[in-house]
């Protein structure tokens, strides 16, 4: 197929989906199939409908059933038993997602009815059964491909049916995604695949011209689960002819939005002890709301996100080389627009980490300040016994030690090395650059003899304020006495 036969299927479908679009609207308001959901913590007393599902489902289909009645006009090899392996388990969550919008339907009987749809597109041949990595290739057995194809399809699904909190932006985010697997399909080339993600593109932008803040008709469940679903799908339809880290790899990154955002509510129901299908105004969007965007403001970020996510995808296309340098952008990005996003739950868990890792600092302390005990018992020297205690404090951010109050003044200035006389009849041992400046601060421990005699006081110390010194219980239990020396 030719470029301009894109743009033809293209125009037609948004022609299509604008017409269907506004019919589907007016139709609903008409018999009163409206709602009045929340946004962003507000009520929308708007009659807006919910069933722009239908139109979208609709103008696909129709190009769909076209190409596949009338395969010389198209020149597509798009078989019957290849659309019915794709459209009837995409038709099956369409008819699910439009059931709970004008009903309800259980979170338990969502996922159920969305494992049995990607169960039948893996029993119709698309799944992931290979892996290419930067080390090679690998065939998946179908005991961990299947699992896997489940995974995807589930999480691809509901991530855009999350997203669709703010006006536009499930359908724009979809929009950005489809675009760049329309990319990789002619790259491929897989002319097929290039078919119907134009027609689903065109689809989609036809709806966003009465979906964008302020809308006048919502996606629903059947707009987002189905759009979801056939985006998950043409990512496994591609890896037919095409690696699997392009095909799959590629439209994860693309995805990325969508899938960040089901990642995020995943740990924070985790971390908050929700239920995981509990609901909550949460979501990377109602967070953008809460610091004071607008909707429309709001979602144009998004999008700007959804972009960046789509062209460091396409990045892929270089090869396993890039795969290091696209991972780390999109990992420092992620990382820095989740703490600006200011989530309580992920605080507390970053306290926690930094508590663990104090804790395991000090147990270090306390195993080397026993250490240290044990080799304080057979010093024979003040040399040895300043390089015991060198060797334990400096790492723990002391600079020094001194005695104070001992008998060891008592004893030949030649067996004292390296301890030195200070002011006021004190014995001092520093590896810090400066000795003459006074402590910042000290501990005092006491120090006794075996018979249990006042010995004096044993004084490790630091110069810096700046620092602090991490000690555990066990460093009162710096086994000093007279046998020691």
């Given at each position: 197929?030719?470029?301009?036969?894109?743009?033809?299927?293209?125009?037609?479908?948004?022609?299509?989906?604008?017409?269907?679009?506004?019919?589907?609207?007016?139709?609903?308001?008409?018999?009163?199939?409206?709602?009045?959901?929340?946004?962003?913590?507000?009520?929308?007393?708007?009659?807006?409908?919910?069933?722009?599902?239908?139109?979208?489902?609709?103008?696909?289909?129709?190009?769909?059933?076209?190409?596949?009645?009338?395969?010389?006009?198209?020149?597509?090899?798009?078989?019957?038993?290849?659309?019915?392996?794709?459209?009837?388990?995409?038709?099956?969550?369409?008819?699910?997602?439009?059931?709970?919008?004008?009903?309800?339907?259980?979170?338990?009987?969502?996922?159920?009815?969305?494992?049995?749809?990607?169960?039948?597109?893996?029993m119709g041949g698309f799944g992931i059964?290979?892996?290419?990595?930067?080390?090679?290739?690998?065939?998946?057995?179908?005991?961990?491909?299947?699992?896997?194809?489940?995974?995807?399809?589930?999480?691809?699904?509901?991530?855009?049916?999350?997203?669709?909190?703010?006006?536009?932006?499930?359908?724009?985010?979809?929009?950005?995604?489809?675009?760049?697997?329309?990319?990789?399909?002619?790259?491929?080339?897989?002319?097929?695949?290039?078919?119907?993600?134009?027609?689903?593109?065109?689809?989609?932008?036809?709806?966003?011209?009465?979906?964008?803040p302020p809308a006048t008709i919502f996606?629903?469940?059947?707009?987002?689960?189905?759009?979801?679903?056939?985006?998950?799908?043409?990512?496994?339809?591609?890896?037919?002819?095409?690696?699997?880290?392009?095909?799959?790899?590629?439209?994860?990154?693309?995805?990325?939005?969508?899938?960040?955002?089901?990642?995020?509510?995943?740990?924070?129901?985790?971390?908050?002890?929700?239920?995981?299908?509990?609901?909550?105004?949460?979501?990377?969007?109602?967070?953008?709301?809460?610091?004071?965007?607008?909707?429309?403001?709001?979602?144009?970020?998004?999008?700007?996100?959804?972009?960046?996510?789509?062209?460091?995808?396409?990045?892929?296309?270089?090869?396993?080389?890039?795969?290091?340098?696209?991972?780390?952008?999109?990992?420092?990005?992620?990382?820095?627009?989740?703490y600006q996003l200011h989530y309580v739950?992920?605080?507390?868990?970053?306290?926690?980490?930094?508590?663990?890792?104090?804790?395991?600092?000090?147990?270090?302390?306390?195993?080397?300040?026993?250490?240290?005990?044990?080799?304080?018992?057979?010093?024979?020297?003040?040399?040895?016994?300043?390089?015991?205690?060198?060797?334990?404090?400096?790492?723990?951010?002391?600079?020094?030690?001194?005695?104070?109050?001992?008998?060891?003044?008592?004893?030949?200035?030649?067996?004292?090395?390296?301890?030195?006389?200070?002011?006021?009849?004190?014995?001092?041992?520093?590896?810090?650059?400066?000795?003459?400046?006074?402590?910042?601060?000290?501990?005092?421990?006491?120090?006794?003899?075996?018979?249990?005699?006042?010995?004096?006081?044993?004084?490790?110390?630091?110069?810096?304020?700046?620092?602090?010194?991490?000690?555990?219980?066990?460093?009162?239990?710096?086994?000093?006495?007279?046998?020691?020396?």
């Amino acid at each position: 197929m030719n470029p301009s036969s894109y743009l033809i299927f293209f125009v037609i479908s948004l022609t299509l989906s604008l017409f269907f679009t506004r019919g589907v609207r007016n139709f609903a308001i008409a018999h009163g199939l409206v709602g009045t959901p929340g946004r962003d913590g507000q009520a929308d007393t708007r009659p807006v409908p919910r069933l722009g599902g239908v139109a979208i489902c609709v103008s696909f289909m129709c190009l769909a059933v076209a190409a596949l009645l009338f395969p010389k006009w198209t020149g597509l090899p798009l078989t019957a038993g290849m659309a019915i392996r794709i459209f009837v388990p995409a038709l099956l969550v369409f008819l699910l997602g439009l059931y709970d919008d004008l009903r309800s339907v259980h979170a338990y009987w969502k996922f159920g009815v969305q494992i049995l749809a990607a169960l039948l597109i893996y029993m119709g041949g698309f799944g992931i059964h290979e892996l290419h990595l930067l080390r090679g290739e690998y065939v998946l057995r179908p005991s961990i491909s299947l699992p896997l194809t489940v995974l995807w399809v589930l999480v691809i699904t509901n991530a855009f049916n999350l997203i669709d909190g703010l006006d536009g932006l499930a359908a724009g985010s979809a929009l950005f995604s489809t675009g760049v697997v329309f990319v990789v399909s002619l790259l491929s080339p897989n002319s097929t695949l290039a078919f119907l993600t134009i027609v689903m593109a065109g689809a989609i932008l036809g709806f966003l011209r009465f979906n964008f803040p302020p809308a006048t008709i919502f996606l629903g469940d059947s707009g987002s689960l189905f759009i979801g679903f056939m985006l998950s799908v043409l990512a496994l339809v591609g890896s037919q002819k095409a690696p699997t880290m392009v095909a799959v790899a590629i439209p994860t990154v693309s995805f990325g939005l969508p899938i960040l955002d089901v990642a995020l509510a995943v740990m924070r129901r985790f971390l908050g002890g929700k239920p995981l299908f509990s609901r909550d105004n949460d979501h990377i969007h109602h967070k953008l709301v809460k610091l004071g965007l607008s909707q429309r403001g709001a979602v144009l970020i998004l999008y700007a996100v959804t972009a960046g996510f789509g062209f460091m995808s396409l990045a892929l296309l270089r090869g396993r080389q890039a795969i290091a340098l696209v991972l780390a952008a999109v990992g420092i990005g992620v990382w820095i627009g989740i703490y600006q996003l200011h989530y309580v739950e992920f605080t507390v868990f970053q306290d926690l980490l930094a508590g663990t890792m104090q804790r395991k600092r000090i147990l270090a302390n306390n195993v080397n300040i026993r250490r240290a005990t044990e080799s304080l018992r057979s010093c024979e020297d003040f040399r040895a016994l300043c390089t015991t205690l060198e060797d334990t404090l400096h790492p723990i951010g002391f600079d020094g030690f001194r005695f104070k109050n001992t008998s060891i003044s008592n004893l030949p200035e030649s067996l004292l090395a390296p301890l030195h006389m200070a002011p006021g009849g004190e014995f001092r041992c520093s590896w810090a650059e400066s000795e003459t400046t006074e402590p910042a601060w000290e501990i005092q421990l006491k120090l006794e003899t075996s018979t249990g005699c006042n010995w004096g006081a044993f004084l490790p110390f630091q110069r810096s304020s700046g620092k602090t010194a991490i000690c555990g219980s066990e460093s009162s239990q710096l086994g000093l006495s007279r046998k020691s020396f």
